[in-house]
């Protein structure tokens, strides 16, 4: 039996994704030689010839049939070896493991304890005190904001702010930063700043 010759009107009778998928296949050998010459080895050059052939597989509806798919994907080949080079910048060798000895993650019981120490000290807060410093502290609403919302002068915020802060600090037993902590993430809601 003789092979069929793809001609003109076989190619027309193909579904998209065939045409797609044979373009992409006349395009490896140039993508896998540009490849190499970025990455200066087979092996890369391999994991990056199929995590762009991965991309415009999973892309092939962006590309609009009858341009240069050879230009778009060696555009994406080289995103995709600058993304990854990028990364690796990042990354840190540690074949002996002398970096991950030194990791440590602090407990974090303390952290929900003192959360729900927060959470009673903040009920027993006035409400126009509570409200005032939940805007100001936790939203990040600025002092005009706050003034407008609670329909009273900015002075009167500012004032507000000021009490429920100390009263806040003196129900927790909070007399300077230190007594925070490691997990310093009421600090904000607490110290007399602006957010």
């Known amino acids: 039996m003789k092979p069929e010759r ?29 490849a190499v010459s970025l990455a200066g080895s087979f092996h890369q050059a391999d994991d990056l010839l199929q995590e762009t052939l991965l991309k415009a597989w999973s892309s092939s509806g962006s590309f609009t049939p009858g341009t240069n798919m050879r230009a778009w994907l060696f555009t994406i080949l080289r995103n995709t070896y600058y993304s990854q080079h990028r990364r690796r910048g990042r ?8 970096y991950a000895e030194r990791l440590a993650a602090p407990p974090n019981q303390e ?58 600090a003196d129900l927790l037993g909070i007399t300077e930063a230190a007594d925070l902590g490691a997990n310093g993430k009421f600090q904000a809601v607490i110290k007399n700043k602006d957010v």
Request: no cysteine; glycine share 8%.
């Open 6 to 34: 793809v001609g003109a009107a076989t190619m027309a009778s193909t579904s998209p994704n065939t045409e797609f998928r044979e373009a992409l296949i006349r395009e490896m050998p140039g993508l896998r030689a540009f």
């Open 91 to 98: 990354e840190v060798q540690d074949t002996d493991g002398v």
């Open 111 to 168: 952290g929900a304890l003192d959360l729900a120490d927060f959470r009673a000290a903040l009920a027993k807060l006035p409400p126009e005190h509570r409200d005032v410093l939940l805007m100001v502290g936790a939203s990040g609403f600025s002092y005009e904001e706050a003034a407008e919302i609670s329909g009273v002068a900015i002075g009167t915020v500012k004032s507000r702010l000021n009490r429920a802060r100390a009263r806040l």
